[in-house]
C-alpha cells in the first residue's frame, strides 16, 4: 500500500535561516509528488510537483527514488513562508486520487 | 466561477441527523474529488467523479455516506445518521483532467454533537 511519510509535525526556523521539510514515501509503482501548501484561513493550494522540476517562492523539491524522498527546500525562510505543509503522491495507476501526508506545520519567526 | 465553492462553510448537526455538502467545481473541469480531513491530519481520499460518472468511492468510510454528480457539474456528498466520528473538514477538488493538480475548495467543517 502506498503511504506517505511527514515526520516532522512542527517546524519552526528563524527568519533567513534554512528550511527543509521532509517527505518519504512507499508506492510500488512509478509516483508523482507534489507539495500542497494552506496559509491560514486560505484554502489548500498546489506549491510544486516534482515533474515540473520547477522553483516557487523559493522553494525547491527533488524527488530521490533510491531514498524514496521528496524533501521541500528553502535556502532563506521568510515569514510569509509560516503556513501547513502536505506533501502528497498521485498513484499513476488511479484516477488521479492523491495520498497525503499527515503536515508539517512551518513557523518563521523574525 | 472563478474558484471551487463549497458550501455551507460550517455545518453543526446532532447525532443522527442526515446533512447533505455541496461543492460547485471550476467551470469545465472533468475530474472532482472528495477528501475528509481529520484534525491534524492530512486529507483522505472518498471519492472521485470523471464527469457524472462515480468512478471510485473505494475512500467512503460506510454505506452512510453518499455522492452524486448528476449532471456532471454540481456535486453534493451526503451522510447519513451523523455520528461523532464524521466530524471532520470535507474538502472539494476538481481539475480538468486527473493528470493535473487540483484546485481545492474552501471545505465544510462538519461538527457532529
Known amino acids: 500500500a502506498q503511504r506517505v511519510t511527514q515526520p516532522e509535525k512542527l517546524l519552526s526556523v528563524f527568519k533567513g535561516a534554512p528550511v527543509e521539510l521532509k517527505c518519504n514515501y512507499s508506492y510500488s509503482g512509478s509516483p508523482e509528488l507534489f507539495w500542497y501548501v494552506q496559509y491560514s484561513r486560505q484554502r489548500l493550494q498546489l506549491l510544486l510537483r516534482h515533474i515540473s522540476r520547477e522553483s516557487i517562492k523559493g522553494f525547491t523539491a527533488d524527488l530521490n527514488k533510491g531514498e524514496t524522498s521528496f524533501h521541500l527546500k528553502k535556502p532563506f525562510a521568510q515569514e510569509e513562508d509560516s503556513a501547513m505543509y502536505y506533501c502528497?503522491?498521485?498513484?499513476?495507476?488511479?484516477?488521479?486520487?492523491?495520498?497525503f501526508g499527515a503536515g508539517t506545520q512551518v513557523v518563521v519567526t523574525p | 466561477g472563478a474558484g471551487v465553492s463549497q458550501s455551507p462553510r460550517y455545518k453543526v448537526a446532532k447525532r443522527g441527523q442526515d446533512v447533505a455538502l455541496r461543492c460547485d467545481p471550476i467551470?469545465?473541469?472533468?475530474?472532482l474529488f472528495w477528501y475528509q480531513q481529520a484534525l491534524g491530519q492530512g486529507p483522505e481520499f472518498l471519492t472521485y467523479?470523471?464527469?457524472?460518472?462515480?468512478?471510485?468511492k473505494s475512500g467512503l468510510p460506510s454505506d452512510r455516506f453518499f455522492a452524486e454528480r448528476p449532471e456532471g457539474s454540481v456535486s453534493t456528498l451526503k451522510i447519513q445518521r451523523t455520528q461523532q466520528e464524521d466530524s471532520a473538514v470535507y474538502l472539494c477538488a476538481s481539475s480538468p483532467d486527473r493528470n493535473y493538480g487540483y484546485t481545492f475548495g474552501s471545505g465544510t467543517r462538519l461538527t457532529v454533537v
Open positions: 467551470s469545465g473541469h472533468v475530474s
Open positions: 467523479f470523471q464527469n457524472e460518472a462515480q468512478l471510485d
Open positions: 502528497a503522491l498521485r498513484r499513476t495507476d488511479s484516477w488521479g486520487k492523491f495520498q
